[in-house]
């Protein structure tokens, strides 16, 4: 996390955009909708530390964190008008980590401000503006840029959108590492001063990306797309990708399949199939993807021989009463490319792909005022894990509720022989109404373990909501 | 106006049955107390139509209008034109209709509880357009008092709301908040798209782990009700969502991601997040060495792990998820040993896969930088790259 002098500077460059929505602030009495929420929250617990730690003598880091989230959105700016700005601010402080220890790790910093969005936004019947820091969530990817966005119904289920802008990284201004290229850290700063070989100007430099897609929605019983993204960063293609999906739904089934490529790879990064039936009390879905991970262009992870990742998951949910049912089976096959010119291949050649496999069943239900839930997992093949999750709440018409959440676990890592075992949490979370706008919330987790013979966790959550 | 012998009445019959097969939501007709004795049935064979109890329905623009015969005032009116209702003077007793009321108690009976539908409807709008009663409230004709399962399902409006004939926008026939998107909290409970959704938007069980699918394929009907700190208030990688992380998750979640790391993926980045913070407790090689005097080795004994080729060599890991090793190494760990002799430290081993001599070339035109991370320029240049 970033020394004193870049946090404050991180506040102080929020200024500009508190005065540009200050600006946009109608006057009263225009009509416009304000919607304000907040949500504060407090996390006291440890971290297991394995420098030098074993499990008669834990090493244990402290976790303080105070994160406070405000959204402001305001809509209607311009009477009768769909004009609207929305926003959400993060400011956090770590008080367990000290700023030294920061200071010697990148990518963390023990006092942050994040502005996770604040754009502008008009939403006609045909078309849609968004201007400002936004999400973009499509079958590609969840990225966040400052830029525009536009969409356009052209009729006949037909539209287009296209966005551009510059992708929010951990070094933007107020800029969140959440939703960056993988691959790269979000800054070298401290290794170019210290002289570490290998350390990256580039790395923290604005990232033009830009996208465009044409979609088919609903027209006929097909949906579809086809789109593009290309990012570049320091005069260079950083991510390059192109995809298309296409859907069909007739009465209560649907198909759908997307592939993803790789433009700068030349190779295919994800393809995705799935059936779906819907019915009243009864539904199934089947799901299969091959999966190729796609890392920035600057990375030297996107050049190995890395092999394709086949996932395949059938489910199905079925109603009895006010109880809802599912159950899963779900496999992997995790692939494996050498280099055929090397020794290792000479030995391996013949070694055929991983396979993992798990399945999971479990109910739901909601009776008046409780609600119920129980699972059984197991998932093996890499590693081992068994679990069993109950949970329980209660909402008192009021305002106030309480949840509670057993967990038990029999776990073996295949890597890591401390992690093997029954692990057992629990959770408790109580809130209660303050008054129609403010709850406040008190969360208590304990653990027990192999490593830990007892462990208690607290949050405390302050939450307000208005609308105006 | 119900035209029971028009040419769309085998339409209509179709439509309604499909449209009272299922139980409608109790969010959007919130739960109705009719406690009156009414043959639907009785009045349609006498060819009685719907103009002639339901008049107001023709011109009405909002579902909170009074369709019901009569008026607040006068519950009769309408009625008593066929019915000698007048206070009970002569004719019908009032029990015909009130079953189990008692004339001679001297009180009102039961109310009819009708709560208006969360819903916006344009009768008007229906009935311009020629669009039979039928095909939305179904066979009336062959029902005895109608209930909430005689109000239309979502899959009935959608069969003409496809965006083509009428509008798709979930905000056409849904309660919007001043955003546009939909009011989802309501009096009567909160919408949420349930079993049989006819979008297959059903949120299901555990649906905070399993939308992922259906939020990648249509992210804009996510939109419809969502804002995006909907999204945010889990896939921001910095809060603890406790239904999703559950137990002693800092300690157990390597177990997990190795087994499905697409999962976390979709909220964390391995490089800016995992790395960070294994780097912290010792887990990554990378930090600044004040800080890992003594980190834990999770891997099998260096000569299997790098020396000796088989199962157990760090090829074979890195290969099937590599996305394992950028959780805790940077790319210095692979480039130490894989950079060419020339470099510091390079032992020239090869990790690219096979044919990708062939094909690099373009890759390094459009971005050479990763290329240089282990090649000098004069190799780019000798390949032909450059």
């Keep these: 996390m970033a020394p004193a002098p870049l946090y404050c500077a991180r506040l102080k460059a929020f200024a500009p955009v508190v005065a540009i929505a200050a600006c946009l602030m109608p006057a009263a009495g225009t009509g416009a909708a304000y919607y304000l929420q907040a949500r504060t929250e407090a996390q006291a617990y440890q971290l297991r530390a394995y420098r030098g730690s074993d499990p ?42 000290p700023r030294g220890d920061a200071a010697a790790l990148d990518g963390v910093r023990s006092e942050e401000a994040d502005l996770l969005y604040a754009n502008l936004s008009y939403r006609g019947p045909r078309t849609e503006v968004r201007l400002g820091r936004q999400l973009q969530i499509d079958f590609t990817d969840f990225m966040a840029f400052d830029g525009v966005k536009l969409r356009h119904l052209l009729g006949s289920g037909v539209g287009a959108e296209a966005f551009g802008g510059l992708w929010v990284k951990g070094a933007s201004l107020l800029g969140s590492p959440a939703y960056q290229p993988d691959g790269t ?146 496999a992997r096959a995790y692939h494996l490319e050498l280099n ?129 | 106006m119900c035209g029971w012998r028009t040419s769309a009445a085998v339409l209509a019959a179709t439509l309604a049955s499909a449209s009272t097969a299922g139980e409608r939501s109790a969010v959007v007709y919130p739960p109705q107390e009719l406690p009156l004795a009414f043959e ?16 107001a329905a023709r011109t009405s623009r909002r579902s909170s209008d009074r369709l019901l015969p009569g008026t607040a005032e006068r519950p009769h009116a309408g009625c008593d034109q066929c019915h000698e209702i007048a206070a009970g003077e002569r004719g019908v007793p009032c029990r015909q209709c009130h079953p189990g009321f008692d004339e001679s108690a001297r009180r009102r009976p039961a109310a009819v509880v009708m709560p208006i539908p969360n819903l916006r409807f344009d009768h008007r709008a229906h009935t311009d357009r020629q669009i039979e009663c039928s095909i939305c409230h179904g066979d009336v004709g062959v029902v005895g008092l109608a209930t909430r399962a005689q109000l239309p399902e979502m899959r009935t409006c959608l069969a003409c709301h496809d965006g083509l004939r009428a509008p798709s926008r979930c905000a056409t026939c849904h309660l919007a908040e001043p955003s546009g998107r939909l009011l989802v909290r309501l009096g009567s409970g909160v919408l949420r798209p349930g079993a049989g959704d006819p979008l297959g938007l059903d949120h299901g069980a555990q649906y905070e782990l399993s939308h992922g699918a259906q939020a990648s394929r249509a992210p804009a009907w996510c939109g419809e009700c969502h804002a995006e700190r909907d999204c945010q208030s889990c896939h921001d990688a910095l809060r603890k969502p406790l239904r999703v992380h559950p137990n002693d998750y800092l300690t157990v979640h390597p177990v997990q991601a190795r087994a499905g790391s697409s999962r976390c993926e979709s909220c964390h980045r391995a490089q800016s997040f995992c790395a960070a913070c294994h ?13 890992r005097p003594t980190n834990l080795k999770v891997h099998p004994s260096y000569a299997e792990w790098v020396e000796l080729p088989g199962p157990r060599h760090h090829a074979v890991f890195a290969s099937r998820e590599i996305g394992e090793c950028a959780s805790c190494h940077r790319e210095e760990s692979c480039t130490r040993c894989h950079s060419v002799a020339a470099k510091p430290g390079g032992r020239g081993l090869n990790p690219h896969p096979s044919g990708f001599a062939q094909s690099c070339g373009a890759m390094a035109r459009s971005n050479d930088r990763a290329c240089l991370k282990c090649h000098q320029p004069g190799d780019l240049e000798r390949r032909g790259c450059r």
């Design chain 1, 185 to 330: 850290r979000e800054s070298d700063a401290r290794r170019l001063v210290a002289l570490v070989p290998g350390a990256s100007p580039e790395l923290d430099d604005f990232e033009p990306v830009w996208g465009a897609r044409v979609f088919l929605d609903r027209a006929s019983g097909f949906s579809g797309s086809i789109e593009v993204r290309r990012a570049y960063l320091a005069g260079k293609v950083n991510l390059d990708r192109a995809a298309a999906q296409l859907g069909y739904s007739l009465h209560r089934i649907r198909l759908w399949g997307a592939l993803e490529h790789d433009l700068f790879a030349q190779r295919l990064a994800n393809l995705r199939l799935s059936a779906r039936f819907d019915g009243d009390a009864f539904s199934a879905a089947a799901e299969a993807a091959r999966i190729r991970p796609v890392f920035s262009a600057d990375s030297v992870f996107l050049y190995f021989a890395t092999a394709p990742r086949d996932e395949a998951r059938l489910r199905a949910e079925w109603s009895i009463g006010e109880v809802r049912l599912h159950s899963e089976v779900s």
């Design chain 1, 56 to 97: 008669s003598r834990p090493v244990l880091l402290p976790r303080r964190r105070l994160v406070q989230q405000l959204g402001l959105d305001v809509f209607e700016l311009v009477p009768g008008q769909p004009i609207g700005f929305e926003s959400s601010l993060r400011v956090l402080a770590d008080l367990g980590l």
């Design chain 2, 279 to 291: 780097e912290r407790a010792g887990v990554g090689p990378d930090a600044d060495r004040s800080l």
């Design chain 2, 40 to 55: 639907h049935s009785r009045h349609a064979a006498r060819g009685i139509g719907c103009d002639a109890c339901h008049a």
């Design chain 1, 340 to 468: 055929r010119e090397g020794l290792l291949f000479a030995s391996l050649g013949s070694l055929g792909p991983e396979v993992a496999a798990g399945a999971r069943t479990g109910a739901t239900g909601r009776r008046g005022t409780l609600r119920y839930s129980a699972e059984v997992s197991f998932e093996g093949g890499r590693g081992r894990q068994l679990w069993l999750d109950l949970t329980a709440g209660y909402s008192h018409p009021g305002g106030s509720s309480v949840d509670a959440r057993l967990s038990a676990a029999e776990l073996a890592d295949r890597l890591n022989p401390l992690l093997r075992g029954r692990f057992i949490g629990a959770q408790v979370w109580a809130t209660r109404s303050l008054a129609p706008p403010a709850r406040a919330s008190l969360i208590l987790e304990a653990n027990a373990n192999e490593l830990t013979r007892a462990e208690l966790r607290a949050f405390l959550l302050f939450d307000l909501e208005a609308r105006l």
